[in-house]
């Protein structure tokens, strides 16, 4: 039921102004499941659950209570879309729109490939030309050569050179070669015989990233003239444009189906920068500097947001996507112990360190740096001894090794531990959690599909008409795959409330005839 003054449902109004609400609400939900019959082992028995009393007569409105649950707090709604009515009521609606979602998400998912081929496209180093061996005939005459012996070494051919030429000798390469020293010539040499000397002339690159398309700085669209012509640049271009116009349509007209709920949704913000990146990273292609900044900045979370869409669809991964999320979100409350933990060893080692010749706490920005790494386990402990040693101050070496004993039992050993203790502990939690936020991401988007259905009423409408549905509660049965679609979960909880009641009807039968 809606209230036309508001357009409020009951159910919000229960669970904001009426003291202990949601036993109310709960209590008239247990009322909308009955069952078939009171044979449980019989073959045709089922759980039926009434959904007629979640929905307006206005098929407009027939999302109006689930919107009303996902506005309200956490602690309030999670009682109440746990129950198996709105559970059954939320999963039936959602399975009539996750085609939506998944060409949503596949078209999503085009636009982050393109998006990638396109920076891939853009910042390719064309190494196989960077280097350009020429050979040439040997002359009749030329200074002899002096050998430059670090190439030799680095090459690994100290061997084949200490073979061929000493330590101090030069090399003739003219038709009528001889090995000899600075001092004069060498007699003798019988592996002069046993080689075949050839020349070649090798040019090497200077800057290898000039040839790069963003040092180009190409104009947008522009390998599509006929001057300029580069066919894969322009595919992706156009094809990476197309795909930014439709998911920003589709971004409007989302926010027009939803108003200001739209703007109250992290999500939505998020999905909009991405969009803001990517459109900028297309028109900053004259700017190098600017680009680079903002394409790592929107390829990154482009990817990211990748994971926010698994947790949408369970069979691609979701719980493990929403346990990422509420795992990182935990982490974040816990981050403040961490912050001030590297900032007191941040001061200390950028202190202690001054005057030494090292280039790791020269500054307090590298300094914090430094000692996040160290927290996570890379100490370098000889560099922070050689560096130690370098000290005028045996007192100031001490106190280095002190705080470097300090920052790892109290860092790696005590902090690091206690945050994955943290992860550990809460396995079963973040369980009950990524199954309450699954539940509210198919509401989220089941009510968004509705609402955009609802700006173009000439659009197909898939509402069932049969708002009561039959749930198989047999542990071995054939009652087909309708009946039992449902999560165990969900049936468990059915057979518990039906238990419930029968009890209840019971107790009151006794203390009737008393």
């Not at 636009?111 to 280097?131: I, P």
């Not at 816990?334 to 060893?345: D, P």
Request: hydrophobic share 45%; glycine share 4%; net charge neutral.
């Amino acid at each position: 039921m809606v209230d036309p003054a508001n357009g409020r449902s009951l159910l919000h109004k229960l669970l904001t102004t009426i003291t202990n609400g949601d036993k109310i609400v709960v209590e008239k939900l247990d009322s909308c499941i009955t069952t078939n019959g009171d044979d449980v082992d019989d073959a045709d028995f089922a759980v039926l659950v009434d959904h007629r009393n979640l929905v307006d007569e206005d098929p407009a409105k027939s999302m109006v209570l689930v919107t009303d649950l996902l506005q309200l707090p956490k602690k309030i709604s999670t009682k109440v879309l746990s129950h198996p009515v709105i559970t059954t009521f939320i999963e039936k609606r959602w399975s009539q729109t996750r085609c939506s979602f998944l060409f949503s998400f596949l078209l999503y998912l085009a636009f982050v490939l393109l998006f990638s081929s396109f920076l891939w496209l853009m910042y390719q180093r064309y190494e196989e030309n960077d280097q350009i061996r020429i050979p040439v005939k040997l002359p009749n005459s030329c200074d002899r050569l002096q050998p430059v012996e670090s190439i030799a070494k680095e090459d690994g051919r100290n061997n084949v050179y200490s073979r061929m030429i000493g330590s101090d000798e030069t090399i003739d390469i003219t038709n009528t070669r001889k090995a000899t020293s600075r001092g004069g010539n060498i007699n003798g040499k019988k592996d002069d015989d046993e080689f075949e000397l050839q020349l070649e002339v090798v040019k090497i690159r200077k800057n290898p990233q000039n040839l790069s398309r963003v040092k180009k700085e190409f104009d947008l669209f522009s390998g599509c003239s006929a001057e300029k012509r580069d066919i894969d640049l322009c595919t992706v271009e156009i094809l990476l444009m197309m795909s930014i116009v439709v998911l920003a349509i589709l971004e409007f007209w989302q926010s027009l189906a939803l108003g200001r709920r739209y703007f109250r949704e992290l999500e939505n913000w998020f999905e909009l920068l991405i969009l803001s990146l990517a459109i900028s990273t297309l028109s900053l292609k004259t700017q190098p500097d600017s680009l680079q900044i903002v394409s790592a900045v929107g390829i990154c979370l482009a990817w990211i947001e990748l994971i926010f869409l698994f947790g949408r669809y369970p069979f691609l991964g979701g719980s493990f996507s929403i346990m990422y999320y509420s795992i990182t979100k935990r982490i974040i409350k816990t981050a403040l112990g961490f912050f001030i933990l590297v900032c007191a060893f941040t001061f200390a080692f950028y202190i202690i360190h001054f005057g030494n010749e090292t280039e790791s706490f020269d500054n307090v920005g590298r300094s914090f740096l430094k000692i996040f790494v160290m927290v996570l386990g890379e100490f370098e402990f000889d560099d922070l001894w050689s560096n130690s040693e370098s000290s005028n101050s045996m007192v100031s070496r001490v106190v280095t090794m002190v705080l470097l004993i300090g920052l790892i039992i109290l860092g790696s050993i005590v902090m690091v531990n206690l945050i994955v203790a943290i992860i550990i502990s809460d396995i079963d939690y973040l369980n009950k959690i990524s199954k309450e936020q699954s539940l509210i991401n198919q509401a989220h988007y089941a009510v968004q599909i509705h609402a955009r259905r609802a700006l173009f009423k000439c659009l197909p409408r898939k509402d069932c008409d049969d708002q009561t549905i039959s749930v198989c509660v047999h542990s071995v049965c054939q009652c087909g795959k309708e009946r039992s679609t449902w999560s165990m979960e969900v049936r468990n909880k059915l057979v518990d409330i039906i238990k419930k009641r029968e009890i209840m009807g019971k107790k009151k039968i006794v203390f009737g005839r008393m």
